[in-house]
């Protein structure tokens, strides 16, 4: 998997949650956490010295973080015991892309030990997902920013993660980006979901250029500075109008996470924060597109 440019995390051996990690509440606040608790994505890796010395220890499950590898993974499930017979997740998969006009494309594909299926494509720039409960059908969840998908060689007590379909990772079709951030209806007591505004071609531009800037930096080299004016630089286009403020963050957060420096990883997200809300602060000035008028 890391060989694959895909981050891991170690998992208790035998199961697929809660990943061998402390949560925050039982945070001892030293090592990785001296500066705050960090989450497993914060540490997903693919060093090959640091996944030798952990896996050397015990015979974890590897899960793969999907969004910080690039990913996102559409897992089929099948209907849970006691649930009315119906159709399972794959099949409900395949009748919405016949609906929205597909096509569902071959790609890199694992096998659940409760009979289910996981498709594993690759996202396309600039863009940045989340994971899904539920959303797009109902026995299909999605794993993005935030999820992990297990491995194949992984092993349950009900059975093994295996490959399916070795085909390499195809981009995410444009019709299941929409279906992943499609606003769905909630419940009046519900919390309400956003989906997040993608960029135009121009913002989308700028957001790419300054996070590279930020990945690109070499270790303890000016990363604060460069951070800082990256964010600052995409506040100005979000206090413009031509940028979703949740779109930016998000996009600094993903830049950010590359370094994979979890003991600075709250000063991290504090100089975002910082930053973005004085870019808002003082809007850059956009020069009106040719045949259109930019509101006053």
């Not at 930096?217 to 403020?245: F, H, I, M």
């Not at 709250?266 to 000035?285: F, H, Q, Y």
Request: aromatic share 8%; hydrophobic share 35%; glycine share 12%.
């Amino acid at each position: 998997m890391a060989g694959r440019g895909w981050t891991v995390f170690p998992i208790q051996p035998g199961r697929k949650f809660p990943p061998a990690w402390h949560r925050k509440a039982t945070c001892p606040g030293r090592g990785p956490c001296s500066a705050g608790h960090v989450f497993p994505e914060h540490l997903a890796t693919t060093d090959p010295e640091v996944i030798s010395r952990v896996w050397a220890r015990a015979p974890y499950n590897v899960a793969v973080y999907a969004g910080k590898s690039g990913l996102h993974v559409i897992d089929c499930d099948v209907p849970k015991p006691g649930e009315p017979d119906g159709p399972d997740g794959w099949a409900e998969l395949v009748e919405l892309a016949g609906r929205r006009g597909g096509p569902l494309p071959d790609t890199w594909t694992t096998t659940t030990p409760s009979g289910g299926r996981q498709l594993w494509f690759t996202v396309p720039p600039g863009c940045r997902l989340a994971g899904t409960v539920k959303h797009i059908a109902a026995h299909v969840d999605t794993r993005g920013w935030g999820g992990y998908a297990m491995a194949p060689g992984s092993v349950r007590a009900d059975g093994a993660y295996e490959l399916f379909d070795d085909t390499d990772p195809v981009p995410l079709p444009g019709w299941l980006v929409q279906a992943n951030v499609e606003r769905g209806f909630t419940a009046v007591s519900g919390r309400a979901e956003t989906a997040v505004a993608m960029p135009d071609a121009f913002a989308a531009k700028a957001v790419r250029e300054e996070c590279d800037r930020i990945v690109r930096t070499p270790y303890k080299q000016g990363r604060n500075k460069v951070l800082s004016t990256a964010a600052y630089a995409l506040g100005q286009l979000v206090g413009a109008g031509v940028l979703d403020e949740a779109y930016a963050r998000a996009q600094l957060r993903a830049a950010v996470a590359t370094w994979n420096s979890p003991e600075s990883a709250i000063k991290d997200d504090g100089v975002i924060e910082t930053s973005l809300r004085a870019g808002m602060g003082n809007p850059r000035r956009i020069k009106p597109r040719h045949g259109t008028r930019r509101a006053a």
